[in-house]
C-alpha cells in the first residue's frame, strides 16, 4: 500500500508536465490556424484535429475558442512579466521604466501582430468575454497592471498620494492604447508604435512627477474625480478610496 502512494506521488509531476505539454500543443495549434484561417472559421475540431488529439479532450483544456484567446491573453502577460524584469530590476528613472515596460509589451507581442486584428474584432465588443475589460480577462489585467505597479513602485518620482491608487489602472489604459495603436499599425517592425513609446513615456512621466506639487493639487483633484468616475470598473476596482491630499 505504501509502495503504491509512493508510486502515486511519484508519477504526479509527469502527469503534470505532460498536461501542460498537451495545453501548450493546443493552444500554439490554434494561434496557428487563427493566423491562417481566421478567428471566426477556425472551429474547436480543426484545432483538435490539427493537434492530434480528440475534441473532448481539447474542450478539456480550453472550454471555448474564447477561453484559448484567454489562454494566449495570460501567455502574453506571463512573457512580459519576464522580460520586463530586469528594466524593472535595473534603473530608477521613471521615464525610463515606462518606456521599458512598453517597449518590452512590443517586443513579446511582435510575433503575433500579423492576426492581432483578429482577435481585436471581437475583443472591441463590450459584452465579448475578450474583451480586457470582461471578467473572464481578469487575471490577464491584473497581471498587467501589477508590471504597472512595480514600474511606478521602484521609481525614484513622488506622485500626488491622491492619484497614486489609481496610477497603474491608468497607466495599463494607456499600455491599451498603445495596444490598439500597434494592431493598426503597418510600419516595418511596428517602428511607428516604437516612436510612439519614446515620445510619450518622458511625458508620462513628468506629468507624475508634477502632480505633487502644492500648485498643481486643485487640478489633481478635478483629475482624481474625473478617473473615478469615468475610469471603467475593472479598472478601478480597490482603488476608489478617498486618498485625500493635505495642503
Known sequence: MVKEEKNVQENKPARAAKSEQTRTLILETALRLFAERGYDRTTMRAIAQEAGVSVGNAYYYFASKEHLVQGFYDRIAGEHAEAVRPVLEGDRDLAVRIRGVLLGWLDVAEPYHR????????????????????????????????????????????????????????????????????????????????????????IAARAIALSRFRVLRPLVRQVHGLLVEFLPETATAGARGPGRSTD
Open 115 to 202: 492576426f492581432a486584428s483578429q482577435f481585436f474584432k471581437n475583443a472591441a465588443d463590450p459584452d465579448s468575454p475578450l474583451s480586457p475589460f470582461s471578467g473572464d480577462s481578469s487575471a490577464a489585467r491584473d497581471a498587467a497592471i501589477s508590471i504597472h505597479e512595480l514600474c511606478l513602485a521602484g521609481a525614484d518620482v513622488k506622485s500626488d498620494p491622491q492619484l497614486a491608487p489609481l496610477l497603474p489602472q491608468l497607466m495599463w489604459l494607456m499600455q491599451m492604447g498603445l495596444v490598439l495603436y500597434w494592431v493598426y499599425d503597418r510600419s516595418e517592425g511596428a517602428e511607428r508604435s516604437r516612436r510612439l513609446v519614446e515620445r510619450t513615456a518622458p
